[in-house]
């Protein structure tokens, strides 16, 4: 797949632009009103239907075979656009005639690509038919409609993927569908009122679907339930997690959330270990993962949650020390598990818990909702600095080492943003929200400079790198976020601020710019323990 898109990816950018351009050349004529719908949705269903057939043509041809697939899933994807329209845009469609459609052209595709071979075809149809219903924000509320197209064309694309090896096309449906999730969530605002709304149900159903999804992946990959599909589906439980709180809150106890999900995930466990017949990573990662959130679950009906995040990072914190000096695997990998979930968790619900104020007085950075960060930001930075497992190479380790510190420097962000926050609530309540904000932005983007000194001085060009990308999200929100329909002042002051952290970035990668340590000697410098 590589090889091919180097060769042709160029090609599939341009049908990428096309279908771009057919979709917001239909949201324009709706705004205008040129033609009537039925012309609309006639013409979309003529030329998907034209381009599949010439794309089927030209696909036979040996020397054409390649453009034949790009012009076959163009025509899939003014079919795809052509339903959104009628069917999610507008109700013009009934649901049950959508999926027909929907059903009809995604068999279709499929059964060609599985019999010819035709891995481009299926990537652009995936693309092209995630990005219809993305480019056209729906007037009515048609999510029902929505979601049934995304079930078929992941039903479709994951059966695909996973008979045929083609892994792009779950990665693609899957981190698809959760941005179309979160698109549906931020456009509609739909309503949360109640146990078992609406937004639930579709995350609910979402993330059961990929879980079973890349399970039976990772079953017909030979019981290999190591690697990709495995990150996938703990990503899949992160993301599932992360909207049930939110939309759960106020409503039920997080403790819940979480039960249900380790109770997934211990399942998960078993089935892998009596298919595999033996212990396994991937046992062992869903085993252990569902016995920490369910013991976390347990915990939360406690003390409350700084003192339940307090608490387990404290034990991370003792797993990982027994570990470093015993150089035992097993605690180190618990407590590395440890801090990863917890720190994912004190990510979504920090923005709501009470500070932890010592003596009733809030004090910036002395208070234990900053210790609890700051726990977390240490122990990471210590298995950047300090760990190296003797079974992974000098690379892998390299690797590790690179995302544990850029996880740490997450949790620095996460920690200055919350303490100005309280800063403002506490002293400057009545100052215009655009100060906090723009507060915000220069002291990220004096973090950004504080990353491009750490990557010069350790030669790491992926933190300046992070730099440069922290720098440029600052300066989008500050100019189209923070000062929109300020007066120009402020964006001049905030600009040359900006500049001057550019120009200082600048001056650091001409003054310190070296290459970047071998393998062999990063982890003879940065790892000085190993496991």
């Known amino acids: 797949m590589m090889d091919m898109l180097k060769k042709h990816w160029t090609s599939l950018l341009g049908a990428i632009f096309i279908i771009a351009a057919f979709v917001t050349l239909f949201q324009y004529s709706v705004d205008r009103g040129w033609i009537s719908d039925a012309m609309k949705i006639g013409?979309?269903?003529?030329?998907?239907?034209?381009?599949?057939?010439?794309?089927?043509?030209?696909?036979?041809?040996?020397?054409?075979?390649?453009?034949?697939?790009?012009?076959?899933?163009?025509?899939?994807?003014?079919?795809?656009?052509?339903?959104?329209?009628?069917?999610?845009?507008?109700?013009?469609?009934?649901?049950?005639?959508?999926?027909?459609?929907?059903?009809?052209?995604t068999i279709g595709i499929s059964v060609y690509a599985y019999r010819y071979d035709s891995r481009m075809l299926m990537n652009v149809a995936i693309v092209g038919a995630l990005l219809a219903p993305l480019l056209m924000r729906p007037e009515t509320d048609q999510v029902f409609t929505l979601f049934l197209y995304l079930f078929?064309?992941?039903?479709?694309?994951?059966?695909?993927?996973?008979?045929?090896?083609?892994?792009?096309?779950?990665?693609?449906?899957?981190?698809?569908t959760w941005i179309m999730y979160t698109v549906y969530f931020v456009h509609f605002l739909p309503s949360m009122d109640g146990l078992w709304s609406m937004p639930i149900r579709y995350a609910l159903a979402a993330f059961l679907f990929y879980t079973l999804a890349f399970m039976a992946s990772s079953w017909k990959n030979k019981l290999s339930f190591d690697g990709l599909d495995l990150y996938l589906s703990a990503a899949n439980g992160i993301i599932f997690g992360i909207w049930a709180l939110i939309i759960w809150h106020g409503d039920l106890d997080y403790g819940f959330v979480l039960a249900f999900i380790a109770l997934v995930y211990l399942i998960a466990g078993v089935t892998i270990y009596k298919l595999n017949g033996k212990m396994s990573a991937s046992s062992v990662t869903f085993g252990l993962g569902g016995v920490l959130l369910l013991l976390m679950s347990i915990n939360s009906f406690g003390e409350g949650v700084l003192f339940n995040v307090l608490m387990w990072t404290?034990?991370?914190?003792?797993?990982?020390?027994?570990?470093?000096?015993?150089?035992?695997?097993?605690?180190?990998?618990?407590?590395?598990?440890?801090?990863?979930?917890?720190?994912?968790?004190?990510?979504?619900v920090t923005w709501w818990t009470p500070r932890g104020e010592w003596f009733g007085v809030y004090i910036p950075f002395l208070n234990w909702g900053a210790i609890a960060w700051m726990l977390l930001a240490a122990l990471g930075f210590f298995y950047a600095r300090k760990l190296a497992f003797e079974g992974f190479s000098d690379t892998t380790n390299r690797v590790l080492s690179r995302i544990f510190a850029l996880a740490s420097h997450l949790i620095v962000g996460g920690l200055m943003a919350r303490q100005i926050q309280n800063i403002f609530t506490e002293y400057f309540a009545d100052a215009p929200a655009v100060y906090m904000n723009l507060t915000l932005s220069v002291v990220w983007a004096v973090y950004a400079l504080m990353l491009m000194l750490w990557g010069a001085y350790y030669k790491e060009r992926t933190f300046r790198w992070f730099g440069t990308v922290v720098l440029v999200i600052v300066a989008i929100k500050a100019i189209f976020m923070d000062l929109s329909g300020k007066d120009a002042l402020f964006k001049v002051l905030v600009?040359?601020?900006?500049?001057?952290?550019?120009?200082?970035?600048?001056?650091?990668?001409?003054?310190?710019?070296?290459?970047?340590?071998?393998?062999?000697q990063a982890a003879a410098e940065g790892n000085n323990g190993s496991l």
């Open 314 to 348: 404290s034990y991370a914190c003792m797993l990982t020390a027994l570990g470093y000096v015993k150089r035992w695997i097993i605690p180190t990998i618990l407590g590395i598990v440890i801090w990863l979930y917890v720190g994912v968790f004190w990510y979504a």
């Open 495 to 520: 600009l040359l601020v900006l500049g001057g952290l550019s120009f200082v970035m600048t001056w650091i990668n001409n003054k310190w710019q070296a290459p970047e340590q071998p393998s062999e």
């Open 43 to 105: 013409f979309g269903l003529l030329a998907g239907a034209g381009l599949g057939v010439a794309g089927g043509k030209l696909a036979q041809r040996p020397k054409l075979a390649i453009t034949g697939e790009i012009v076959l899933g163009i025509g899939a994807c003014l079919l795809y656009a052509t339903f959104s329209f009628a069917g999610i845009y507008y109700n013009l469609w009934e649901p049950t005639l959508v999926l027909l459609g929907m059903t009809a052209v």
């Open 152 to 176: 078929v064309l992941n039903a479709a694309f994951f059966y695909l993927s996973i008979v045929k090896s083609w892994m792009e096309l779950r990665i693609v449906s899957f981190a698809g």
